[in-house]
């Protein structure tokens, strides 16, 4: 036999609704800690049921992926903008939301997202922070040029780049000169 399970999660607490065709529907609350998810799936499991669970993606479904796909038949992680139905009820709750998951979930048509491998989504990550880092290099390179600019330094003192070695040192020889360090600290 099969039970589909939908999680529903928040900082403080995890819903958890469990459907299994044909007999009973259960919900229950619990942390929102893997453990207490695996005290759920244990519970769950008990009498020798499968163990299908579904939850919303969030900035920690890859650490939730990866800590309970072990304790489970089969993971999902769902895309909830594909899932319009939760947002246009005007009744909703937690509980409401995990059972709707366990419904689709049991049917086969809840909009699932691809969960790439732990090293894929630590390279993702990676690469993503290189390009916040170059972008705001960028930002700032461009603010100095301004403050320079809005001093009447149109163009390096030496030929090429802004940001060659020769043109760094000039810039930092007009700070110099502009500020004198002893002054930054009165």
């Not at 609704?17 to 619990?30: D, L």
């Not at 780049?161 to 002893?182: F, S």
Request: hydrophobic share 35%; charged share 25%.
């Amino acid at each position: 036999m099969d039970k589909y399970i939908g999680l529903d999660m928040d900082c403080k607490k995890t819903v958890g609704y469990t459907i299994v065709p044909g007999q009973s529907e259960s919900s229950a609350t619990f942390g929102p800690d893997v453990e207490s998810m695996r005290r759920y799936f244990r519970q769950e499991r008990q009498g020798g049921y499968r163990i299908h669970a579904a939850f919303e993606i969030s900035g920690q479904a890859g650490f939730l992926y990866d800590q309970l796909l072990e304790d489970v038949d089969s993971l999902h992680v769902v895309n909830p903008t594909k899932m319009t139905w939760i947002y246009r009820t005007a009744k909703k709750n937690d509980r409401i939301d995990a059972r709707k998951m366990a419904v689709l979930l049991s049917i086969g048509e809840l909009p699932t997202v691809y969960m790439p491998s732990k090293e894929i989504r630590q390279w993702r990550q990676t690469i993503l922070h290189r390009q916040k880092i170059v972008q705001k290099v960028g930002q700032v390179k461009n603010r100095i040029r301004a403050a320079l600019k809005s001093e009447g330094h149109r163009q390096p003192e030496h030929s090429g780049g802004w940001w060659k070695r020769a043109n760094r040192m000039w810039m930092q020889q007009l700070c110099e000169e502009t500020i004198h360090v002893d002054s930054l600290w009165r």
